[in-house]
């Protein structure tokens, strides 16, 4: 058997490095958190080739006297832990490994300036060997700059990525670290060539909604709501702040969802499992929210040594994190109650503005409603084509309009307006005092049924149900009706009543009144297929009955929605606008799309060339 032998120090300090520096992104949060750290209230990162030649990063914070410089260079030495307690972390990091590891593969210069002294120190630091240092002139603060990280173990060096990926991967660090600080002011400036280009300039104090927005996208803080509430623990009050993107303003990828912890970055899995259960019902699953949550709980709650880098933490209740995650997002999302998404799709409504040249099809509509760009120019006025001869078939208009008769002054008040046409069967068009509305009238009415199916199971006892004179028996497989069944007591809270009904088939005896016309086959299908797809949740294990059932409910509401091709009188559609003024969350449907979008007359006059 080979000896024990002790690690020579170089080598301890590149297998500690190995832990926190995988590439200059990692190193630069290593940094920016120490600047944090030292109260500062300006931070400015240089990039050089996204990190590769060089990254510096310069704060105005408390500085470091010529001894102390020398201790933070040693490892397991750190200001950041008064006593013992390791568990009661308050700041960024505590890692005493982090400036002497990095300083062990790549060439380190640290220049430091204690406020109100005459002069600062320099040290430089080639790969773990000083080979500099001396007095430095530089204001109060410190300046650190890596050089050439990984120049001397090529085997880490080679992979790296290319210059722009880890320009993105630097940003992506500051970016979150700057919407966690609203009180610093954050620059970055990345370089290549003798080009120099700033990515990224915010103010210190700048408000919360501000900040996020500015990072994120700027018509984030239009779209979304504000987030503050507290709720006592043992230990101390925990409290949730932020914004949250409406459900109709969301992406493709969860790219965009920020997530704080006691003002660290965090990529946990029970917070994102959190976020996606509060939109269950409100985004269709490839959609993701658009927002930026801030946790803070007292330390004794949450343990963050559960990671090198500190990405990942954990609760001690864990449950009562999640859930007060969810229902404080819910509670803040049902203060938009029935806003959408500002304004139709940009892309979409520049269209109408292009010379006419072909018929309007009802594709135009969709793409408003969707987010999409239409697939084909359309036009906003009709014409027919050069060739065109009286001789050729004619389509028949698909949109119906009430007599144009003046609003109502009781009716001024209405926010959707009132309803004056139906379009494609499909859309319905209201004149309200401050513009034009359009509305999804299936979209609409799949969001007003899911409100009405959520409202009634949630008091007491059972939802109100419609008994079938003749219970329906619906012929599935084994495996579906075992789902089923075993989902049977939760379903019985909202109306539906169903039971085994032999092996393969189940019996349904009484359905939700809210959607007493389904097709009970299909519907049961669909539940099943449902609960098959979302009974196992690959971040946070088994869902939550109750999230199991906002699915379940999502699938039910589609059943009993009016469809789209369906005519509707007058009298209905302005039935539909009043319920949807007084549903929460009627501006989207359960899928995160718009269920109606408004133009301001000053638009519909500029398509015009009135303005």
Not at 230 to 243: D, K, N, Q, S, V
Request: with cysteine.
């Amino acid at each position: 058997m080979a000896q024990i032998r002790r690690l020579p120090s170089d080598l301890v300090n590149r297998i500690a490095a190995g832990e926190v520096v995988e590439r200059p992104a990692s190193a630069l949060k290593e940094l920016v958190e120490n600047a944090i750290d030292a109260g500062a209230s300006r931070i400015a990162v240089a990039l050089t080739d996204g990190g590769l030649t060089r990254f510096e990063v310069t704060d105005d914070g408390c500085g470091m006297s010529r001894d102390d410089m020398a201790l933070a260079l040693e490892r397991h030495a750190t200001s950041k832990l008064p006593d013992d307690a390791i568990e009661m972390v308050s700041t960024l990091g505590f890692r005493g490994e982090a400036l002497p590891s990095i300083a062990s593969v790549a060439r380190l210069t640290i220049e430091s300036r204690v406020r109100g002294a005459e002069d600062g120190w320099r040290m430089v630091l080639d790969h773990g060997e000083l080979v500099e240092e001396g007095p430095a002139a530089l204001p109060p603060g410190t300046r650190v700059r890596i050089e050439n990280l990984f120049a001397k173990i090529p085997a880490r060096r080679k992979f790296l990525r290319t210059p722009r990926s880890e320009y993105i991967a630097c940003l992506d660090i500051v970016r979150r670290l700057a919407m966690a600080r609203p009180e610093i002011a954050f620059t970055l400036e990345n370089g290549a060539e003798g080009k120099t280009r700033k990515a990224l300039a915010t103010q210190a104090d700048e408000p919360l909604a501000t900040r996020v927005s500015q990072i994120i996208a700027r018509e984030l803080k239009d779209n979304a709501v504000a987030i503050d509430l507290a709720r006592e623990t043992p230990h101390g009050a925990m409290r949730l702040t932020g914004i949250a993107g409406l459900p109709t303003y969301n992406r493709g990828v969860a790219d965009h969802q920020h997530l704080f912890v006691n003002g660290r970055p965090v990529k946990d899995r029970l917070l994102t499992g959190a976020v996606r259960g509060a939109y269950s019902d409100m985004l269709a699953r490839d959609r993701h929210a658009v927002l930026a949550l801030f946790l803070d709980l007292p330390p004794q709650d949450v343990d963050v040594n559960v990671h090198p880098a500190k990405t990942e933490v954990r609760f001690r209740d864990a449950n009562g994190v999640r859930g007060f995650i969810v229902s404080g997002l819910r509670q803040a999302l049902a203060t938009g109650d029935r806003r959408s998404a500002n304004g139709p799709d940009r892309k979409a409504m520049e269209r109408w503005q292009q010379e006419p040249a072909r018929e309007e099809t009802p594709a135009a509509l969709r793409s408003i409603f969707e987010g999409r760009d239409w697939t084909a120019p359309q036009a906003r006025v009709s014409e027919p084509r050069p060739e065109w001869t009286p001789q050729q078939p004619q389509a028949l208009p698909t949109g119906r309009a009430e007599e144009a008769a003046p609003i109502p002054e009781e009716a001024k008040e209405f926010p959707l307006g009132i309803a004056r046409g139906q379009v494609a069967n499909t859309y319905i068009v209201a004149e309200a005092a401050d513009g034009l509305v359009l509305v999804d009238q299936h979209a609409a009415h799949e969001r007003l049924v899911l409100e009405r199916l959520k409202s009634a199971g949630a008091g007491e006892g059972v939802a109100r149900s419609q008994a079938l004179l003749v219970p329906a028996v619906v012929e599935m497989d084994e495996a579906d009706c075992d789902r089923l069944e075993d989902a049977a007591e939760g379903l019985a809270r909202f109306g539906l009543s169903i039971e085994r009904f032999g092996p393969a088939a189940m019996l349904v005896r009484a359905v939700p009144a809210a959607i007493a016309k389904a097709d009970t086959g299909k519907l049961l299908q669909d539940l099943a297929d449902d609960i098959a797809k979302h009974g196992k949740n690959e971040d946070s294990g088994a869902l939550l009955l109750s999230e199991k059932l906002e699915y379940v409910l999502a699938t039910m509401a589609c059943h009993g929605s009016v469809r789209a091709g369906r005519v509707l009188r007058v009298e209905e559609m302005n039935a539909l606008l009043r319920e949807m003024e007084a549903t929460p969350r009627s501006g989207q449907c359960n899928h995160g799309r718009p269920t109606w979008v408004k133009l301001s007359m000053e638009d519909v006059e500029k398509l015009f060339g009135r303005h």
